[in-house]
Structures are given as structure tokens and as C-alpha cells.
């Protein structure tokens, strides 16, 4: 589906009853050509992990349930879902009868993995639960008040770099200062980059350098992470490489993409800025 029809950047009604069809799923392919990826093989494992923070619906005698949910779409999934058509669907929800949250789960996943095409996990929370939220996770050295020389607003992969005679280390970085503008309607897009390696020793200045470029770059979330990704391996050659972005929410969504050369990981905790 071409993405000048999807509802992103649009006026819309917003729907007074269940619709499946509001899904409107964007093919991953064209994005991980530009980066050189090619044929399906793609040199990461990983999910993008949606949490969505409005979801509603009816209970059997009309009155309404709220939640949120964390939805976890596989990275090898044929498409996304463009977010705002996300945001309609679970609104079409919001006068819907379902006997119970499980059957809401059901239909969710259901729709969701036909959109994707592949196998979508959604866990459906109370919003009276009690939950943590940190600034960055444990273990993670912050990169954000390394010198930078000569800062540039165009994206430069260039920048990136290990230090000269660099020893072999494994170390946990972040940065909060990541930001990219949607590539339909230009608004902005704020994320917590974190990177976690086994390689030779990055320059982290560099690193810095190279996260700012982002900062009038536009793509999607799920992109720019494969991008650092991409743009990590190639010029900093690590033996075991995993970057994750966890972004502000807009329209009550916030999308967290990871990327790891390993099959085992996840998104990390929820940060206080989410």
C-alpha cells in the first residue's frame, strides 16, 4: 500500500465502531534497500515493541474498561503498521463489546499479525498497576556531554569511528539526544538511543557526533534503528552489536525498536520519558 494513502498527515473521522481495515501496513523492503540490505536476509534478529497507552473498550452491560498494551512485532515481518492508523483501530475499539479482556487480546492479535504479516504478541495491562520507569537502565554510560568538534544536523554516517589503536571491549552506551522527523508529515521524533557492543573500542565522541546528525533525518523509527545498526557494523566491525531506541509517545503510542545480533533481547525497561 503506497504511503501517500495512509491516514498519516491527514484530517480523519474518527470511528465509531469496530474496523480492521483502518490498519494500514507499510512494506519494510524500500527502507532496507536504501541501507543496502537486500533478498530478506537482514543481519539482525529483533522486535519493534509498540506501547499503546489508550486502549478501551466496552464490557457486557455498556460500561467501559481502559488499559494499555504492549504489542511486540517481529523484525522479520513483511511490514509495519503506520502509527496513526494504529491509533484509529484501537478508537474503533472504544464502543466494541468484548466478554472479557482475553477476547480483546484475541481479536487484537489477530488483526494485527494479518496486517504485519507474521506472528504479533500483545500483553493487555491494568492502568492500576503500579510500574517502574528509569532514566536509562543499569550499566549504561551516558555519552550526551562528550566534546564534540564541528556538529552536523545532516545525517553522516561518516562520523562514526573507533579510537586509534582501539583494544577490544565490551561496554553499554546511551544517549538521549536522538532525533528524527517523521517522513510524511516532518514533525519531530524524540528517542534515548542505547547501544550495547563487543568490538573495538568506539570513540564516543564520534558516536555523539554521529547520533546529532540524525537530528533532521527523515524516517521511521524502526529505520533509523536499523540504520545505526547498519552504519555500526560496517564502520566499527563489532563482534556483537545491539541498538535499541526507546521513543516519546505521540497519539498515545510510543515505538521502540531493537536490533541485536544476538537472538536473545528485548527493548529494555520503560523510560521516564516515555
Same mark, same amino acid.
Given at each position: 500500500?503506497? /504511503?501517500?494513502?495512509?491516514? /498519516?498527515?491527514?484530517?480523519?473521522?474518527?470511528?465509531?465502531?469496530? $474496523?480492521?481495515?483502518?490498519? +494500514? =501496513?507499510?512494506?519494510?523492503?524500500?527502507?532496507?534497500?536504501?541501507?543496502?540490505?537486500?533478498?530478506?536476509?537482514?543481519?539482525?534478529?529483533?522486535?519493534?515493541?509498540?506501547?499503546?497507552?489508550?486502549?478501551?473498550?466496552?464490557?457486557?452491560?455498556?460500561?467501559?474498561?481502559?488499559?494499555?498494551?504492549?504489542? +511486540?512485532?517481529?523484525?522479520?515481518?513483511?511490514?509495519?503498521?503506520?502509527?496513526?492508523?494504529?491509533?484509529?483501530?484501537? @478508537?474503533?475499539?472504544?464502543?466494541?463489546?468484548?466478554?472479557?479482556?482475553?477476547?480483546?487480546?484475541?481479536?487484537?492479535?489477530?488483526?494485527?499479525?494479518?496486517?504485519?504479516?507474521?506472528?504479533?504478541?500483545?500483553?493487555?495491562?491494568?492502568? $492500576?498497576?503500579?510500574?517502574?520507569?528509569?532514566?536509562?537502565?543499569?550499566?549504561?554510560?551516558?555519552?550526551?556531554?562528550?566534546?564534540?568538534?564541528?556538529?552536523?544536523?545532516?545525517?553522516?554516517?561518516?562520523?562514526?569511528?573507533?579510537?586509534?589503536?582501539?583494544?577490544?571491549?565490551?561496554?553499554?552506551?546511551?544517549?538521549?539526544?536522538?532525533?528524527?522527523?517523521?517522513?510524511?508529515?516532518?514533525?519531530? $521524533?524524540?528517542?534515548?538511543? /542505547?547501544?550495547?557492543?563487543?568490538?573495538?573500542?568506539? $570513540?564516543?565522541?564520534?558516536?555523539?557526533?554521529?547520533?546529532?546528525? +540524525?537530528? @533532521?533525518?527523515?524516517?521511521?523509527?524502526?529505520?533509523?534503528?536499523?540504520?545505526?545498526?547498519?552504519?555500526?557494523?560496517?564502520?566499527?566491525?563489532?563482534?556483537?552489536?545491539?541498538?535499541?531506541?526507546?521513543?516519546?509517545?505521540?497519539?498515545?503510542?510510543?515505538?521502540?525498536?531493537?536490533?541485536?545480533?544476538?537472538?536473545?533481547?528485548?527493548?529494555? =525497561?520503560?523510560?521516564?520519558?516515555?
Amino acid at each position: 500500500m503506497a /504511503l501517500h494513502n495512509a491516514p /498519516l498527515g491527514k484530517s480523519s473521522e474518527y470511528p465509531d465502531s469496530y $474496523d480492521p481495515n483502518l490498519l +494500514f =501496513p507499510v512494506a519494510r523492503d524500500e527502507n532496507r534497500r536504501r541501507i543496502g540490505l537486500e533478498d530478506g536476509r537482514w543481519p539482525w534478529f529483533g522486535e519493534d515493541l509498540w506501547q499503546a497507552w489508550e486502549v478501551s473498550w466496552l464490557r457486557p452491560g455498556g460500561v467501559p474498561a481502559v488499559a494499555w498494551a504492549e504489542i +511486540f512485532v517481529p523484525a522479520a515481518s513483511p511490514s509495519i503498521i503506520e502509527s496513526k492508523s494504529l491509533k484509529l483501530y484501537f @478508537n474503533s475499539l472504544n464502543q466494541h463489546v468484548f466478554s472479557t479482556p482475553e477476547q480483546l487480546v484475541e481479536t487484537v492479535v489477530s488483526d494485527l499479525s494479518s496486517a504485519c504479516g507474521a506472528a504479533v504478541r500483545v500483553n493487555l495491562h491494568s492502568v $492500576d498497576e503500579s510500574g517502574e520507569a528509569t532514566g536509562r537502565p543499569e550499566g549504561y554510560q551516558l555519552i550526551d556531554d562528550e566534546p564534540v568538534a564541528d556538529v552536523v544536523y545532516q545525517y553522516a554516517p561518516e562520523s562514526l569511528a573507533v579510537e586509534q589503536g582501539a583494544e577490544v571491549v565490551t561496554e553499554q552506551l546511551c544517549s538521549h539526544l536522538l532525533k528524527s522527523n517523521c517522513p510524511v508529515t516532518g514533525q519531530p $521524533d524524540w528517542g534515548t538511543l /542505547l547501544i550495547s557492543y563487543t568490538g573495538p573500542k568506539v $570513540d564516543r565522541s564520534a558516536l555523539l557526533r554521529y547520533i546529532v546528525s +540524525f537530528r @533532521n533525518k527523515q524516517d521511521f523509527h524502526e529505520h533509523c534503528v536499523e540504520t545505526v545498526f547498519t552504519d555500526l557494523m560496517k564502520q566499527c566491525q563489532p563482534t556483537e552489536l545491539a541498538v535499541c531506541a526507546r521513543y516519546t509517545r505521540r497519539g498515545g503510542l510510543d515505538i521502540n525498536p531493537w536490533r541485536s545480533t544476538q537472538a536473545e533481547g528485548n527493548a529494555g =525497561p520503560r523510560l521516564i520519558r516515555q
